[in-house]
């Protein structure tokens, strides 16, 4: 849920700052600097003006929604996975693990050493071959 909410939360983000650049600019700009009287005929109509500072406004009543959402549903998953940190140990009781003998040392060293023996014995038996190139 929080994943979803996280990508709607990317593209009203992208959508808003689409929709103030398109904005048609003060005169004077801010403190008189840039921004200034141009030619800007591409949107002289005032209801165009009007739609775009409407769709803003409703973006950012919704990014600021997403954000306040976000925050909660990640508050809970948090407080659900604190309350399972805290959970005593003797609600849950612990699984017997059965205990396998490991073999004695003394055989596996008479294996290990019968084997070199007899592999020894066999190689003696047969006569080695000259490397050929």
Do not use: W, Y
Not at 41 to 62: C, D, W
Not at 109 to 123: C, F, H, I, N, W
């Amino acid at each position: 849920m929080v994943i979803a909410l996280l990508i709607l939360h990317a593209f009203v983000t992208v959508a808003m700052i689409g929709l103030i650049l398109l904005q048609k600019s003060d005169e004077a700009g801010p403190l008189g600097m840039g921004g200034g009287g141009g030619n800007n005929a591409l949107f002289t109509a005032r209801g165009v003006a009007n739609i775009l500072t409407r769709a803003t406004s409703f973006l950012a009543a919704l990014f600021i929604g997403n954000c306040i959402l976000i925050g909660v549903l990640t508050n809970r998953e948090q407080h659900a996975a604190d309350k399972l940190l805290m959970q005593s140990p003797a609600k849950t009781p612990a699984k017997k693990v059965k205990t396998i003998a490991a073999p004695q040392a003394s055989k596996v060293q008479d294996s290990v050493q019968g084997s070199t023996a007899e592999d020894a014995r066999t190689s003696a038996a047969t006569p080695s071959e000259p490397p050929t190139q």
